[in-house]
């Protein structure tokens, strides 16, 4: 995850920033997906279940763009995706379109917690990965 809040204009935009990225990636064999959104949790989605290299989903677009997604793009536990399965639900969709109170009693909290934080609801704590200190010889 980059935050390139501010950033993205130094770049050509968001869409030719992801696809620089992209191309670079490639260059050094490493095959890449990126995506902007307005959260960490839609992004993270987009990136890993719309199925393209790229994907910018516009501002307030989050929603419409989860909806048709498998319940694996929230990052659910697998235990729960499979319950879920049982009971019928396959997509993002189902579960917005359903009361959270049976969810939550059924399932625990997580449901609820990642979808408002992939709707931006709520926050998401970011741990970034930082590189070791330098160690000078």
Known sequence: M???TGADHLHGGEALMLETMVRKFAASGVEARAAVADTWGAAHAAARFLRRQIAVIAPGAAETMLRPL?????????????????????TIGDLMDQPRAPLALRFGPDIGRRLDQALGAIGEPVDPVRS????EV
């Open 70 to 90: 498998p319940l694996a793009a929230l990052r659910l536990e697998g235990e729960t995706v499979t319950g879920l399965r049982t009971l019928g639900f396959e």
């Open 2 to 4: 980059i935050d390139t």
């Open 132 to 135: 070791p200190e330098l160690v």
